[in-house]
C-alpha cells in the first residue's frame, strides 16, 4: 500500500526539518521545497496527497502559489488539499489564505500531533468527498438479478430486457437505489413527476402492479407496506 505523500513548502530550514520528521515518524511520505516556483516544479512532476504551504515565502507568497494550483486545470483535477501553515494569526491573513483556495490553516508555533491530526482530518474530508460524488455519478444498479443503466434508461432482470414506462422505470429506481427504505406514495409521486404534477395514490398503486407484472416472479421484492407505501426487499435482506 502506497503511503500518503505529503509535500512541505517551507524555506525555514529548521522548521522544514522539524515538520519532516513528525511526519515521517507518522507514516508519511514526505518531499520538500524551499520556494514557491519548487514546489510548483514538484506538483508537476510528481503526485502529492497533501500540501503544507507556508504563507511567508521568498519570492513566490504561498497565497500566490495556492491561487496558482487552484486555477491550474492540471491540479484542479487532481483536487489535492492545502492546509496553510504561517506565523500570522490576523483574521485577515487566515480569509485570504482560505478564500485563494486553502482546505485548513494552522498557525505557528504549533504541535507535531495537532500538524498529524489537521492532515488527517482534511485527508479524510476529501476522501469522504470523493466517495459521495462517485455515489452521486454512479449510473448503474445492480442487486439480485436486477441491472438498471440509468443513462441509458435500460432495465434487465435476471438478463432479460424490460420494457418499462418512464414512470416504471422511475418507481424501480426509486426504491432500488434504497434496498429495504419505505417510501410513502406520496414520496414517489414527488420523485418521479415532480411536485406540480397531478398524479393520485392510486395511480403508483396501478404502475407498481404493471411493473411486478412486467419483472414475473422477481416482482415480489417489490413489498407493500400497508397502510404507508412500498419499498425494494432484496433476497439478501430477506436471509437476514
Known sequence: ML???????EDETDIQQ??????????FNVS??????????????EKFDCVLLDLMLPGMSGLEVCQTMKKSKEQADKSIPIIMLTAKGE??????????????????????KVLVARIKSVLRRIEE????????????????GLEI??????????????????TEFGILTLLAQKPGW???????????????FLVTPRAIDVQVFGLRKKMGKPGK???TVRGIGYRFKSDRQKGE
Not at 3 to 9: N, S, Y
Not at 32 to 45: I, K, N, Q
Not at 91 to 112: H, M, N, Q, R, W
Not at 130 to 138: F, M, N
Open 221 to 223: 421484492m417489490i413489498e
Open 32 to 45: 520538500c521545497a524551499d520556494s514557491g516556483e519548487e514546489a510548483l516544479e514538484c506538483l508537476h512532476r
Open 129 to 144: 468527498h470523493k466517495e459521495t460524488k462517485d455515489q452521486e455519478g454512479k449510473e448503474r444498479i445492480v442487486i439480485d
Open 91 to 112: 483574521e485577515e491573513d487566515i480569509v485570504a489564505g482560505l478564500e485563494c483556495g486553502a482546505d485548513d490553516y494552522i498557525t505557528k508555533p504549533f504541535s507535531p
Open 182 to 196: 419505505v417510501f410513502t406514495r406520496q414520496q414517489i409521486i414527488d420523485s418521479i413527476r415532480g411536485y406540480d
Open 18 to 27: 522539524l515538520v519532516s520528521y513528525n511526519l515521517i515518524r507518522s507514516g
Open 3 to 9: 503511503k500518503t505523500h505529503i509535500l512541505i513548502v
Open 149 to 166: 443503466d440509468l443513462g441509458r434508461h435500460e432495465v434487465q432482470m435476471n438478463g432479460k430486457h424490460l420494457q418499462l414506462t418512464m
